[in-house]
């Protein structure tokens, strides 16, 4: 549960989650932001206004997916990091996710990579097949990880090198 | 005797804010900071903020301390005093006492005070909290962040606040092993994002817990071994509840209260508001206390965000200016500007402890 551990369960979740014909389509984001805060950055760097707030800055980001063209550029601006881009048209068996990853040592295109879940706790193998780590992401670095299609709701961190 | 028009205390974001807007308005300021560096907390901030564009959101905090740093530095206006402290105010001649590089004593008199001191932490009785090893979460911020030192391998974090979530999420990121957070409060007190954040790292944030004792090393006399209990709905401790971490460092991350010595020496009226940290000044709409001429900006005025420190600086600023006979004719409009933000970013839930406490201050 969220307020007690900051982990959402499925139920919480379920309000985020793309809807499934959206998901065939090809990539869109995700955003996991589940608490009214102050803050826009979000609905700022969304360039095709498929992320909008209202009037209202505590309000949740609200998400047009057919308007979203899962472009990423709002991962790497969220200071919540909570927000991760999903395409389960990758291939045939696997899916990607996007996601903010801000430890060194960064992965290398092609690395295998444990892939872990909101809690931290490790679900399978990944292979980054993207990073953008440019002036625009200023040191918040987008990975993209191929996974099982399986695990592409699951998936919401990598480790490098294994566990310590 | 140094003279001034605007002397602004502190240089953290409130006090940033408010020497630039006093300064931009037409009034001569002097900023006085007892580091040797500008920007406060905010040097220490490697997370992105959040807010509106107006509080530099996305930026992270380090970047917005250097940017307005450069900007205050710029601005011929401003006169900056850093290893400075300010030490005593008179209330019967209104004369500064500030100490400078632990050796000069300089008096100052200034037609208007900014007071932007910020706040100090609190800290937790428990048995043995006095061990090496059991720090605040700034002390690890400033071993870790300003000078590249790690505290320990194994740390217990205590407190599910921003401050605690965040301190534990850079802990990671310098390669420290985070084995638990803890808080004595049935809910995680800071922003769910940043739960989220630690808990995809693998770090259990464990509620409705607190420290029982601490136990150093026999032959170190350093922390090695820290016990925590459970505590019920009425805050109590429940024996047979305690878990056992194996920790060298323990880092108290339980709150802040404002640094109000400075007001308490002026006389400002000042009341205790659990929402705000403490004490806090009575102010006006202005931020002016009710000794007129002293003005107040972020956390010493009510422990908020950054963000709000932020805009309450840049208010109290442009009313002290303002006070002054400078205005270049867009006082109303900026300050209606600062007001309109200042309540977006509390008009949310999250907000609603501070709108209970401003709701108490405000004269």
């Keep these: 549960m969220l307020a007690k551990n900051g982990i959402p369960e499925l139920e919480e979740l379920s309000v985020r989650i793309p809807p499934k014909e959206r998901l065939a389509k090809g990539p869109v984001v995700m955003v996991e932001c589940f608490q009214k805060i102050p803050c826009n950055p979000c609905a700022k760097a969304c360039k095709t206004g498929a992320i909008t707030l209202g009037d209202d800055i505590n309000n949740l980001p609200m998400v047009d997916y057919e308007k979203c063209t899962g472009c990423g550029l709002c991962v790497s601006k969220c200071p919540g990091l909570a927000i991760f881009v999903i395409d389960e048209t990758y291939s045939e068996k696997e899916a990607t996710v996007s996601l903010p990853f801000e430890f060194l040592p960064l992965p290398e295109e092609g690395d295998e990579v444990d892939v872990l879940d909101r809690a931290g706790k490790v679900v399978g193998k990944g292979r980054v097949v993207k990073i953008r780590n440019g002036k625009y992401e200023d040191k918040t670095p987008v990975i993209t990880v191929a996974v099982p299609k399986e695990l592409s709701m699951i998936v919401r961190n990598i480790r490098v090198g294994g566990d310590k | ?363």
Aim: charged fraction near 20%.
């Design chain 2, 1 to 363: 005797m140094i003279k001034t028009e605007v002397a602004v205390i502190g240089g953290g974001p409130a006090g940033l804010m408010a020497s630039l807007a006093a300064a931009n308005m037409g009034a001569n300021v002097t900023l006085i900071d007892r580091n040797s560096r500008l920007g406060g907390q905010l040097v220490k901030q490697t997370h992105m903020f959040f807010g509106s564009e107006k509080q530099y959101a996305s930026i992270r905090g380090i970047d917005i301390g250097k940017f307005l740093a450069s900007e205050v530095e710029k601005n011929p206006k401003i006169k900056i005093m850093l290893d400075s402290t300010v030490v005593a105010y008179y209330p019967d001649d209104g004369v500064l006492g500030i100490e400078v590089e632990e050796k000069k004593w300089v008096k100052m008199k200034a037609d208007r005070i900014i007071i932007a001191t910020g706040a100090s932490e609190r800290f937790l009785p428990f048995e043995n909290n006095d061990l090496p090893g059991i720090y605040g979460a700034g002390a690890v911020q400033t071993l870790m962040n300003e000078h590249g030192v790690l505290p320990g391998k194994n740390v217990l974090m205590v407190g599910a606040g921003n401050i605690g979530l965040i301190v534990s999420y850079q802990l990671m990121q310098a390669g420290v092993n985070v084995k638990a957070i803890i808080d004595a409060a049935p809910n995680i007190g800071g922003y769910w994002v940043h739960a989220s954040k630690v808990a995809r790292l693998g770090i259990p944030i464990l509620t409705s817990y607190t420290v029982k004792a601490a136990y150093p090393n026999e032959m170190t006399g350093a922390l090695e071994r820290a016990v925590i209990w459970k505590v019920d709905d009425k805050w109590q401790p429940i024996p047979g509840t305690e878990k056992v971490f194996n920790v060298d460092v323990m880092c108290i991350a339980v709150g802040l209260s404002p640094l109000a010595e400075l007001l308490w020496q002026a006389g400002c009226q000042m009341v205790y508001v659990p929402e705000l940290g403490g004490h806090v000044p009575l102010r006006n709409e202005n931020m002016e206390t009710t000794v007129p001429g002293i003005y107040v900006a972020g956390d010493v005025a009510g422990v908020e965000e950054a963000s709000s420190a932020m805009m309450e600086g840049q208010l109290a600023g442009l009313s002290a200016a303002k006070s002054l006979g400078y205005d270049d004719g867009s006082y109303e409009e900026k300050k209606n500007e600062v007001l309109r933000e200042l309540e977006a970013l509390r008009s949310g839930p999250v907000g609603e402890k501070i709108r209970k406490g401003l709701s108490k201050v405000i004269i």
